[in-house]
């Protein structure tokens, strides 16, 4: 079962890409910005994993539902997968969330 963790980041950026569409909240409101954004956090990210990797911070554990296949030393491919994942849900929960605290404060001044 060594695919099991990429599929699961797959269906989960699915996901988060459906409820996203579903509202408008990052990619369907503004592609251009929200293809910036996911590739800055990405890269952002990765340049972390990268400091923590040549501090020996960050090591790859033993997962049998992992790929196994490794696009750096210490780096599986999961993590760029996992990081895209981390930077649409939490972009698709702060738009979200700045739309109904906008539409609560519109409620009240109403």
Same mark, same amino acid.
């Given at each position: 079962?060594? &695919? *099991?963790?990429?599929?699961? &980041?797959?269906l ?10 579903r509202? =408008?909240?990052?990619?369907? =409101? +503004? ?5 910036? %954004? @996911?590739?800055?956090? @990405? ?5 972390? +994993? ?6 020996? %911070? ?16 210490? &780096?599986?491919?999961?993590e760029? *997968?996992?990081? %895209? ?9 702060? @738009?979200?969330?700045?739309? %109904? &605290?906008?539409? =609560?404060k ?5």
């Open positions: 079962m060594p &695919l *099991v963790y990429l599929l699961c &980041l797959l989960g950026i699915a996901c988060m890409l459906l409820l996203d569409a509202f =408008r909240l990052f990619f369907w =409101r +503004d592609p251009i910005a929200a293809a910036a %954004v @996911t590739l800055a956090g @990405t890269v952002f990210f990765l340049l972390w +994993d990268a400091a923590g990797i040549a501090l020996g %911070v960050f090591l790859v554990g033993d997962g049998s539902i992992m790929t196994g296949i490794m696009i750096a030393p210490e &780096l599986p491919l999961e760029p *997968v996992f990081l %895209v994942f981390l930077v649409i849900c939490t972009m698709v929960l702060f @738009t979200g969330a700045e739309r %109904v &605290l906008r539409a =609560r519109r409620r009240e001044e109403a």
